[in-house]
């Protein structure tokens, strides 16, 4: 079974650093790949995903992600912090060819300091 | 865009009320899926559903059920709510099918069981 382990409940970084959220995966097939940020008392929306092919991936505000099969890995970076980005952000995966249901991690939230 | 519609942002039940959240896509998607969201727990699967009529338990099913009587609604039931289920709900939906696809979430409910 897939699963999702996210390194670090909460990051705090100043303004205008960079961001790094890191988010490894278990799955015995290859598996696509999605990172969803949550701001408060909101749903999730979508950052960005991995499915097939280049494997950089870019998303909405800035943000990419590498995945990276030898390190069964897809960290999510942005290079300059802005107070927006603080929300609580979450990677989660799925099988390539399965109507499996995404697995989440268990979420990461991100701090912004002025 | 794609609208997924959960029918409250916030609910207080009290104990042993039997409680319906309700879901609403309007996207023609064929998988809705329900997850609760706990503080560092993030998302659980609770149920979720391919097609009408069709349900499919997930991590957590106990104390729940579900209905899909047409394919745009999904409702999750708590048959005699108690106090362990206070958290935030989502409401899911995705195409079936689409190897790219991913899932679209709603605002969530907020329930609050006393």
């Known amino acids: 079974a897939q699963s999702v382990t996210q390194l670090g409940s909460h990051v705090s970084v100043s303004e205008g650093a960079l961001v790094l959220l890191r988010c490894n995966y278990s799955s015995s097939v290859p598996p696509y790949l999605f990172w969803y940020v949550q701001y408060p008392n909101q749903g999730l929306q979508l950052l960005l995903k991995?499915?097939?092919?280049?494997?950089l991936v870019k998303g909405i505000n800035g943000f990419e992600a590498e995945f990276k099969k030898s390190e069964t890995s897809f960290h999510l970076t942005k290079p300059s912090a802005h107070m927006s980005d603080a929300a609580e952000y979450f990677c989660a995966v799925t099988l390539l060819w399965g109507n499996t249901p995404l697995v989440f991690g268990k979420g990461t939230r991100l701090s912004v300091i002025a | 865009d794609v609208k997924v519609t959960q029918s409250s942002r916030y609910l207080v039940k009290r104990t042993g009320e039997k409680v319906f959240l309700e879901c609403v896509q309007d996207?023609?998607?064929?998988?809705m899926f329900w997850y609760r969201q706990d503080p560092g727990l993030g998302l659980r699967l609770i149920y979720f559903?391919?097609?009408?009529?069709?349900?499919e338990k997930g991590d957590i099913p106990e104390g729940y059920s579900v209905s899909r009587e047409k394919k745009e609604r999904f409702s999750l039931i708590l048959e005699s709510a108690s106090t362990n289920q206070t958290s935030m709900y989502l409401c899911?939906?995705?195409?079936?099918?689409?190897?790219?696809?991913?899932?679209?979430f709603g605002q969530g409910t907020r329930l609050t069981v006393v």
């Open positions: 991995y499915t097939t092919g280049a494997t």
């Open positions: 996207m023609d998607h064929e998988n």
């Open positions: 899911a939906s995705s195409y079936r099918g689409r190897l790219d696809t991913e899932a679209f």
């Open positions: 559903s391919y097609d009408v009529k069709m349900k």
